[in-house]
């Protein structure tokens, strides 16, 4: 069901509006009045989408009535009627603003039915084309860049508000200069000007220039009539100073980056995961490290890559980035290549696969650099080393040799003699001697030259005074509660002189008469680097008033000595139930010897 109209009719003669209105009425609500002053106050009241005017009312008369009704139905379709047929008025009326000019003596129902259709269809296709307008320039006047409409002669017929804040000028003169003369502030077109180039063309030119602190990008493009003449030009600058400054920046990084390349002592590298691994770039460290320039690597122009590998390597290095690549992990590898002269070189490579968002393998990237002197440095040092290590085995090889026939010609001197008191100072002494040959032993079987497990040394002396005293393990019982520690030879041997001693002293006075006895031996290192060693008997212990520091005992007296000015330690005792010693150094003052 159609909508009802509502029309408005403004007639000063009674006959002719009822004519009117009887004409209307199949299709409206109509509303009548006479004079303009009660037409103006229906029109501020109610809506009405079309109104009929008569010209001659009896308070307004002639084109002054339609203008003051236009002023207040401005988006009403106004259609002027008279009874006389007048083209003169009609044309004027239309052209201030009326849709039709009709003469009421040649109506009827179904003429007034098509105008009034007619007119608004035509109002409403007026008004979607001006609210298109109005959606047009709000959206060309919210636009940040300069738009304009310019003429052949360079003037802005058209331009956005942009315009004026981009370049701070007036509506005044923005009207009256040339765009070359409110872009680049010049008389003239500037060199190269895109507009000359345009008008040459006849297509889109640009340019890219810098007005003092900023960077504008102009760019026209032409508007020709239907036989392609230009008539114009639609103007376009366009603020890309940030976006240019990061451009800036990046050239900047890039260039840093680029020398940094350039410069590296060994070659930056991007390429295919292929048998081949064909080279996509190639930094200029090429050319040093294997003798061919980037070019000639690139895409295997004249060789690939894996060519240049020794042939023992390449498997395993493919393997091994094969391995790495699907854990997408850096590879690190050695291997050797050779140059374009055939000169073998030592290289170290270090790189990585570029993945991209969904973790497929795009291609490869790292670095690979000269490594040959320092691998043949590392290579001498080790055979150095090596010759080093089977000197020093020797030297401890023979020391213990050389220790051992001293300890057995004293051995045969004291089976000369039949005093006994030489007979225990030889016996003394070839303790001492096989305490100090057992270092060296321990030396000469160790991995680590430089130290001494001080556990298994403790071990093997308390088997070799056990052996010499002859002691009875039904006699004699051991707790040992010994922790691994490691000492230098440095302290190894002072060390093993005090144990000697104190040991002895347990076998030869502790237990008279065949007693039977225990001995425990406790050994641990603290946080700090102390080493703690305890020897407890329960043996008879010390007679009252005796004083081991300052007894005439050689032995105790260089037991003190060693503890004390060769281990920097401490040597003290308890005598309750028994004998306790305990011995306390830090081996951190003595060197590692290499």
Known sequence: MKKELNILIIEGNHEEAVLL????????????????????????NFEFEI???????????????????????????????????????GLEAIHRGAQDYLVTGSLNSDMLSRIVNYSIKRKQGERIIKDSAMR????????SDSVSIIDNDGFLIEYNSATLDMFDISEKDVKTRHCWDIVHNLSEPIENCPIVRMKNSKKHESMVFQDSERWLEVSV??????????????????????????????????????????????????????????????????????????????????????????????????????????????????YQIKTASGKIKWVWERGQGVFDEKGKLLNLEGYITDITERKNAEDQIARDLEVKDTLLKELYHRTKNNMQVIS?????????????????????????IQAMSLVHQKLYQAEDLSRINLKEYIEDI??????????????????LDLKNVFVTIDSATPLGLVLNELISNVF??????????????SMEQEESGDINIQLTDNGVGFSPGFNPEKTESMGLQTAY????????????????????WFIKFNDAKNKLRV
């Open 21 to 44: 209105k009887e004409s209307l009425l199949v299709i409206s609500s109509i509303k009548f009045v006479k004079t303009l002053k009660q037409a103006i106050k229906e029109i501020q």
């Open 51 to 89: 109104i009929f005017l008569d010209l001659e009312l009896s308070d307004s008369t002639g084109m002054n009535t339609l203008s003051e009704v236009l002023k207040y139905a401005e988006k009403t379709t106004v259609i002027v009627f008279s009874g006389l047929e007048d083209k003169k008025v």
């Open 136 to 143: 047009w320039l709000s959206t060309f006047n919210a636009m």
């Open 221 to 334: 493009d032409p508007i020709c009539d239907s036989e392609g003449n230009i008539k114009g030009a639609v103007h376009v600058v366009s603020d890309i100073t940030s976006s240019k400054q990061a451009e800036i920046e990046l050239k900047n990084q890039f260039n840093t980056y680029y020398t940094l390349l350039q410069n590296l002592n060994g070659m930056v590298y991007n390429c295919e995961n292929d048998n081949k691994w064909t080279m996509n770039f190639v930094s200029e460290g090429c050319f040093n490290l294997t003798g061919y320039k980037p070019e000639d690597l690139i895409q295997n122009k004249k060789i690939a890559f894996m060519d240049i590998i020794l042939s023992e390597y390449r498997d395993i290095i493919w393997g091994e980035w094969q391995d790495q690549l699907k854990r997408q992990e850096t590879v690190e590898m050695t």
């Open 408 to 432: 057995s010609m004293l051995k045969m001197q004291a089976q000369h003699s039949e005093n006994e008191f030489i007979h225990e100072s030889f016996k003394e002494i070839i303790h001492k």
């Open 462 to 479: 308390l088997k070799l005074l056990m052996i010499s005293y002859n002691i009875r393990s039904e006699l004699f019982s051991f707790k």
């Open 508 to 521: 030869k006075h502790s237990f008279p008469d065949n007693r039977k006895g225990k001995l425990k031996i």
């Open 561 to 580: 000595s060693l503890v004390n000015y060769q281990l920097n330690g401490s040597l003290s005792y308890k005598v309750k139930d028994g004998l306790s």
